[in-house]
C-alpha cells in the first residue's frame, strides 16, 4: 500500500510540472502572438496611411493606392504582367494572408489565423534550375495536401482568395535572393508538416518552408524564434511590405509601392 501510495504521488507530481510546463508554453505563445499581431496591425495601417489614390487606374471594383518607396528600397516591380495576366510579387517576394481557411466553423478560421496565419508562398526567379523551367509568375508553396510544389500564382489574384493579401520583400542581394529560391526548388516533392509547432527534417508547412529557405542563406525570418507563423515573417526587421490588398464591401483596395 505504501507502494502504491508513492506512486500516486509522484505520478501526481509528475502531471502537475507537465500541465504546468505545457500551460506555460501557450501562456507564451499567446502573449508572443498577441505582441506580434498588434505589431503587424500598425505596420500595415502605416503603410496604407502613405498611400495615395490612383485614379487614372483605379475604378468602381478596385481603389490602388501608390506608396513612395525609401531610398533603399528595391526598385522591382509589385505586380508582374504576363500575356495579359497580372501577378502580385516579383522575384524573391513573399506572398502571404493571415487570412485561414480551416475547418468548418469560423472560430477555428480565427484561432489558426490567430496564431499561425493562413498561408504563403514565394515568387519564382525566371530561369532553369536542375533542369526545370520557372518564371517570376509562378510561386514555390506548401500546400495543405499537395506538399511543396510549384503553383501559378494568378490564384491570388482571384476575388475570393483571401480578404487581406500582403506581399513581403526580403532586404537581401540579389544573389541572397536567388540563393534562397533554389533552397525551395530543392524541397519540391517534399511533404506538409502537420505537426506545425515540431520542425520535421523533410516535411513543411508554407512560412516554415520560406523560413528554412532563408535560414540556410543566413537570414532569420523567424521574429519570436520559436514555429515560424505569418506574423514572424511580417514582423521580422528582415522583411518591409511593398503591397497590401484588402477588401471591404466588394470592393478590393491595393496599395503598393512606386516610383
Avoid: P
Wanted: glycine fraction near 6%; charge should be negative; hydrophobic fraction near 35%.
Amino acid at each position: 500500500m505504501k507502494f502504491i501510495r508513492a506512486y500516486k504521488r509522484q505520478l501526481k507530481i509528475i502531471l502537475f510540472i507537465l500541465i504546468t510546463i505545457l500551460s506555460s508554453i501557450f501562456i507564451g505563445i499567446t502573449l508572443s502572438s498577441i505582441v506580434e499581431n498588434i505589431y503587424l496591425s500598425v505596420e500595415i495601417e502605416q503603410f496604407m496611411d502613405k498611400g495615395v489614390l490612383q485614379e487614372d487606374i483605379s475604378d468602381s471594383s478596385t481603389k490602388y493606392y501608390k506608396v513612395s518607396r525609401e531610398t533603399w528600397m528595391s526598385d522591382d516591380d509589385v505586380f508582374v504582367e504576363t500575356d495579359g495576366r497580372v501577378t502580385y510579387g516579383n522575384s524573391g517576394d513573399i506572398i502571404c494572408t493571415l487570412d485561414s481557411y480551416a475547418g468548418n466553423y469560423q472560430i477555428t478560421h480565427d484561432l489558426v489565423g490567430f496564431y499561425f496565419g493562413g498561408h504563403a508562398a514565394s515568387v519564382c526567379y525566371t530561369e532553369t534550375y536542375n533542369n526545370a523551367s520557372y518564371t517570376n509568375n509562378y510561386c514555390i508553396e506548401s500546400h495543405y495536401n499537395n506538399g511543396v510544389q510549384k503553383a501559378y500564382s494568378g490564384y491570388w489574384t482571384r476575388e475570393y482568395a483571401r480578404d487581406q493579401i500582403i506581399v513581403l520583400r526580403v532586404k537581401a542581394t540579389d544573389d541572397e535572393k536567388r540563393e534562397a529560391f533554389h533552397n525551395l526548388c530543392d524541397c519540391i516533392g517534399k511533404k506538409y508538416n502537420h505537426k506545425y509547432i515540431f520542425d520535421t527534417k523533410n516535411s513543411y508547412y508554407c512560412s516554415d518552408l520560406i523560413s528554412r529557405a532563408w535560414q540556410k542563406v543566413g537570414i532569420d525570418l523567424n521574429y519570436d524564434g520559436f514555429y515560424c507563423s505569418i506574423q514572424d515573417m511580417i514582423c521580422s526587421d528582415k522583411t518591409y511590405i511593398s503591397m497590401y490588398k484588402i477588401y471591404k464591401d466588394n470592393v478590393a483596395y491595393i496599395y503598393y509601392l512606386g516610383d
